[in-house]
């Protein structure tokens, strides 16, 4: 079983991810985190890097083609990752929406704050806000520039979450639901 999560930033994603891969014995990767660390070899913040990959492919070809060999390659893994779903389309696809006043007070009170790597300004919920809507702009332009893909259109998905309310475990025990109604997985792990 693969599943692909995308969401929007601070909706849970990863942390549902990471939840899914430890009770369900999944291997977990990150996709955000390849392009976190992508952006800090190249001294930028992901924002600077989102905004650099308007104009080149480069800072999106290398993990999109990552992600396809994953799909061609591997089973019993949770990806994390915007396009996953894209390039792994046989996937089990989810997708968790939140509110973005909601995301940015999750991330402002995120403890890993200071390793997101997000934007140069995160000192106020306010200023995160402002960073998420131009990630979520930054990632609209360069998705449809190279793909013509709308990463958030729910068609694309088997399930559809909006996180704004509920928790993780929460979102955690909707997903188990839906596998189980699917006959994916038997019992909850």
């Known amino acids: 079983m693969i599943i692909t999560i995308n969401g929007k930033p601070g909706s849970g994603k990863s942390s549902v991810a990471m939840l899914l891969s430890e009770r369900l014995n999944l291997t977990y990767i990150d996709i955000g ?28 070809k290398d993990v999109d083609s990552y992600q396809k060999k994953l799909g061609e390659t591997r089973d019993n893994i949770v ?6 779903f894209y ?27 200071s390793q997101r790597n997000e934007a140069k300004d ?23 520039k190279y793909y013509d893909l709308d990463v958030y259109d729910p068609s694309h998905y088997d399930l559809v979450l909006d996180t704004s309310t509920i928790s993780i475990e929460e979102t955690f025990d909707k997903i188990i639901e839906f596998l189980q109604s699917k006959g994916l997985i ?3 792990s």
């Open 122 to 144: 995160i000192a106020s919920v306010e200023a995160i806000e402002n960073a998420l809507r131009e990630r979520l702009r930054s990632d609209a332009v360069r998705y449809k």
């Open 79 to 84: 990806i994390s990752g915007r396009t996953s």
């Open 87 to 113: 390039f792994i389309p046989h996937s089990i696809k989810i997708l968790l929406n939140v509110y973005t006043h909601t995301a940015a007070e999750r991330i402002f009170n995120d403890k890993k704050l």
């Open 33 to 60: 985190e390849l392009r976190r660390g992508a952006a800090k070899e190249r001294n930028m913040t992901l924002e600077e890097y989102n905004q650099w990959g308007e104009t080149t492919d480069e800072t999106d």
């Open 186 to 188: 038997e019992g909850r």
